[in-house]
């Protein structure tokens, strides 16, 4: 088990990026929720970066620059060299990381990294095995904001439940994650390891986590007369939370998430190139949830019943966003 813990923390170690010394800084606790044993551990998140223009103006563009989030494994890891194999050990990971902008119009934004964490072991005379500390370095791309009313703009960590769900999952299926931090790797054996954190302390002999409220890694004023810059393009970011479709009757229901910008458009289900469900349009505001009803069409009903399932594509258009499409065993 131990063993097994240690590819989890190398996951955990890919996220980390150098920022600039004029960023601003902050260590932040998180509690992560480890699939592999289900309960939560204590693990520290370095953020930083910078905010520009600074003063800010109200209604300017802002641009988040150098952001990143480092992570010092503890030392004991390195003493279960015995789990990786001698010389340099690659574990490709996923990230998914929630920012909150206060006094913001996007509010929160998330971002989706790709990344590699590496250690190497060392086979010793003596028999045992030593592994190089895991301290990894990964930049967040920059984040284009718009700033709101006179105050101040803050930038940190977004609070638990802020991701979108993520498809890592058995098949590709969506998972919901718990918290703003999410990580998915593999140990150098193929077993799939995931991490959701979010900012808080392990409680209750680490089966529960007790949110804390994260701390703002940069703050910029927000002053009226302040030199103004062209706001961003608000381009919706919407999501998928079902990860299964089922029929009651002739009925579908589709859940959906809408941040950054108001969401509309369309909803489809095909069975190939044919559709099994009237198009259904929706509206929603940035930061709502809704959930769509589809019709099943009479012939599509009929054929499912006979089959008890069919593989389907549902596809959602977000007008100036991406297209969600992503296929399905209905049942």
């Known amino acids: 088990m131990r063993r097994t813990l240690v590819s989890i923390l190398a996951a955990v170690g890919a996220l980390v990026a150098a920022a600039p010394a004029s960023a601003g800084t902050i260590t932040q606790p998180n509690a ?8 939560w551990e204590q693990q520290n998140i370095d953020w930083a970066g910078t905010a520009t223009p600074n003063p800010l103006a109200p209604g ?10 480092h992570v010092r494994l503890p030392d004991w890891v390195t003493t279960y060299g015995d789990f990786f194999n001698a010389g340099v050990n690659e574990l490709p990971t996923k990230v998914w990381i929630a920012l909150t902008g206060e006094n ?20 010793n005379p003596d028999g045992t095995r030593s592994m190089t500390p895991i301290e990894v370095t990964v930049p967040l791309p920059d984040t284009a904001w718009t700033a709101g009313v006179v105050g101040a703009a803050a930038f940190r960590q977004a609070g638990p439940g802020t991701l979108p769900p993520v498809p890592v999952g058995r098949d590709g299926a969506n998972v919901t994650p718990k918290g703003s931090v999410f990580i998915a790797t593999a140990t150098p054996g193929g077993v799939p390891i995931q991490l959701d954190c979010q ?7 680490r089966l529960a986590v007790a949110p804390v ?8 004023p927000v ?12 381009v919706p970011a919407l999501s998928l939370r079902t990860t299964a479709l089922k029929a009651k009757g002739r009925q579908i229901k589709v859940a959906l998430s809408c941040t950054a910008a ?23 505001k940035s930061g709502a949830r809704q959930t769509v009803t589809l019709t099943l069409t009479k012939s599509a009903q009929k054929a499912l019943k006979q089959k008890q399932s069919r593989k389907v594509t549902l596809r959602i258009t977000a007008t100036g966003g991406k297209t969600i499409t992503k296929q399905f065993t209905l049942r």
């Open 32 to 39: 992560c929720f480890w699939s592999i044993h289900s309960r």
């Open 104 to 123: 913001t119009v996007q509010g929160v934004q998330v971002v989706a990294l790709d990344t590699v964490a590496r250690t190497t072991v060392t086979d």
């Open 199 to 205: 900012p808080g302390q392990p409680v209750n002999d």
């Open 223 to 234: 002053q009226a007369g302040a030199v103004a810059i062209p706001a961003p393009k608000a």
């Open 60 to 69: 300017s563009g802002a641009t988040l620059t150098g952001t990143s989030a």
């Open 213 to 220: 409220g994260a701390g703002n890694f940069e703050s910029v």
């Open 262 to 284: 108001d969401c509309h458009g369309a909803l489809t289900l095909k069975a190939g190139s044919k559709s099994v469900a009237a198009k259904k349009s929706y509206s929603m």
